[in-house]
């Protein structure tokens, strides 16, 4: 009876306290009471003032859901068997959905949008240029190409040049033909090349000083054809256990408007197989050259071969071999020369030093002295130059994404080092002789590269050479400071100007006296002064297709000599257009 005398009070407590908050907000609405609610009557009658207010009396029903208290518990009186120990395995059955599970925790990756298909630019494979200037000068160009094959290319160009000066039959024309081929494909690069160079001048010069006359200066004309071959194989950069290998070969025939003629065959190839870090190969050149005069006929061959063995790192490139050399024909000598490179990245893409160590044997031929010195005389001296010993050593790199540097010293010993010397009895045509004994050499060669796109490009190129030989009192015609510069600008959308600058410090010839006292002639260092040449230009693009070009050279108007008696052809305005299709 203790035991629920708390549970009775409260019940009582909370029936009493819900039937006075509905006593206060009677509802007239609810529904008469269901079997599961209960229904009380409570009476209130207030007797404050019998002679003022009558009695009240309200019934107030109360409506509430069941709700079973713990005091209903005490009806369960079953106690569990606790001994009832008979497994229970209930039959569960599972369906299985294969579905990736959904994180949403993280940052989702974002989808990129599709662009639009972009059609390719369509690009002109052909390009014609004329133009015209003040000296009777004329300028035509044209190149012919194949469209965008990746694997097979073909094209041909022409060029030509003529132009006249204030001196006497002072005169020159070129003109040139080539066509060539290539075919890339997957294992294998085979190209050929055909060509055709013609230049036409006069021997000019003449004394202003009236030592000698030239009034019908005679004409000279140089005719080269040229064919050429090459192949190899393309391999992969990451293989580092690949066979590459390489051949070319090459012919062509020269001559002049007199009975000099030279022609050659030039056959050289190489191989080479990487093994991990090292590269091991071998370089062979096999050159046959006849050259021919009115006075002899001269056999200059060579036979080189350059075994080697390379190490390849990420940050060095160290090579190391020979250098045989085989003169025979004419020549009857043998040289064996070493031959090692290096090259060591100290701050990568921003400074690299490199040097090289060796020597070799550079041939003499017609074509070679005709290039440098259209003016030379018949019957001129061959003889091969040897460079017995080279070294150098520099450093290049970038200061700047856009700007390239180099800077290289170097040292060589020369024997027989050629040079031209005017002729004791026609002074407008020159001969080759070669310096006694060996010439020492001491260089530097420096270069600057800037290009920022179309908007701003500079290259520049400087050369300081000094030379010594204890027979010879100046390396004539042999300048000791070149510096050569290109700029282009473009200043607005469709205009770009542009400029040229070279620069030659003074150089020595020799000038043998008449009569010469044979056999030991008696001569005069005559002075070359110095010179600049500055040329501008500028460049309209109208449109893809057409634009027009203006340009002056030698805008100084300097009258300057290279070679003794031969002045330059003075100021040149050239203008035309071109047209790209």
Do not use: C
């Not at 019940?11 to 006075?20: D, E, Q, R, Y």
């Not at 395995?89 to 949008?113: C, F, H, M, T, W």
């Not at 020369?337 to 100290?346: K, N, Q, T, V």
């Not at 109208?542 to 805008?555: G, P």
């Amino acid at each position: 009876m203790n035991n629920k005398t708390p549970y009775i009070s409260a019940f009582v407590f909370f029936s009493l306290f819900a039937i006075n908050v509905s006593a206060q907000t009677p509802d007239k609405t609810k529904e008469p009471a269901k079997p599961v609610v209960t229904k009380e009557k409570a009476t209130e009658t207030t007797k404050q003032d019998t002679s003022k207010r009558n009695a009240v009396t309200e019934e107030v029903e109360v409506v509430r859901s069941y709700k079973p208290v713990l005091a209903d518990a005490v009806k369960i009186r079953r106690s569990p068997n606790l001994s009832d120990t008979k497994p229970f395995n209930p039959q569960v059955k599972y369906d299985l959905i294969d579905k990736r599970l959904e994180l949403n925790s993280g940052i989702r990756e974002l989808e990129a949008q599709k662009l639009a298909k972009e059609i390719a630019e369509q690009r002109q494979n052909n390009f014609a240029k004329l133009a015209f200037g003040n000296l009777g000068t004329g300028l035509a160009q044209l190149n012919l190409a194949t469209g965008q094959d990746p694997a097979l290319q073909a094209g041909f160009n022409f060029n030509h040049l003529s132009m006249s000066g204030k001196e006497n039959q002072q005169k020159i024309s070129k003109q040139s033909l080539s066509g060539y081929g290539r075919s890339i494909g997957d294992e294998m690069v085979l190209e050929g090349k055909l060509g055709y160079d013609r230049l036409g001048t006069y021997f000019y010069g003449t004394d202003q000083m009236g030592s000698f006359t030239n009034l019908n200066p005679a004409k000279q004309r140089f005719n080269y054809f040229n064919a050429e071959g090459l192949l190899f194989n393309r391999t992969d950069a990451d293989d580092e256990t690949s066979f590459s290998y390489a051949a070319k070969a090459s012919a062509y025939i020269f001559n002049n408007a007199f009975k000099a003629k030279e022609n050659a065959v030039i056959i050289s190839g190489g191989l080479g197989k990487d093994l991990n870090k090292f590269h091991v190969g071998t370089n062979a050149v096999v050159d046959i050259t006849t050259s021919k005069d009115s006075a002899y006929s001269f056999n200059n061959n060579i036979f080189k071969l350059n075994p080697y063995i390379k190490i390849q790192t990420e940050v060095l490139k160290l090579t190391g071999g020979i250098n045989y050399v085989n003169e025979f024909g004419g020549n009857q000598r043998i040289h064996i020369f070493p031959a090692a490179s290096l090259d060591f990245m100290l701050i990568k893409n921003y400074l690299t030093i490199f040097g090289n160590f060796g020597g070799n044997v550079e041939k003499t031929t017609l074509k070679g002295l005709s290039d440098v010195n259209p003016y030379i005389n018949q019957n001129v001296l061959l003889k091969n130059t040897v460079e017995k010993f080279y070294v150098s050593g520099g450093i290049r790199g970038t200061f700047a994404p856009n700007i390239g540097y180099k800077a290289m010293v170097s040292y060589k010993t020369i024997g027989d080092l050629s040079y031209f010397v005017n002729d004791s009895t026609e002074r407008n045509k020159f001969n080759v002789a070669y310096m006694t004994g060996n010439t020492k050499v001491i260089g530097f060669d420096g270069e600057l590269n800037i290009s920022f796109s179309d908007a701003f490009n500079l290259d520049s190129k400087i050369a300081i050479k000094q030379y010594d030989n204890s027979k010879e009192d100046y390396a004539w015609l042999r300048p000791g400071f070149t510096l050569q510069s290109t700029a282009s600008f473009k200043i607005v959308d469709k205009v770009k100007i542009s400029g040229d600058l070279l620069f030659q410090g003074e150089t020595k010839a020799k000038i043998f006296d008449i009569p010469s006292n044979f056999p030991n002639p008696t001569y005069t260092a005559k002075a070359i002064k110095a010179f600049a040449d500055i040329s501008v230009g500028a460049d309209y693009q109208y449109n893809k297709q057409i634009s027009a070009f203006f340009r002056v050279n030698n805008i100084l108007g300097n009258e300057y000599q290279r070679l003794p008696y031969y002045n330059n052809y003075g100021i040149n305005i050239l203008g035309g257009v071109s047209y790209g299709f």
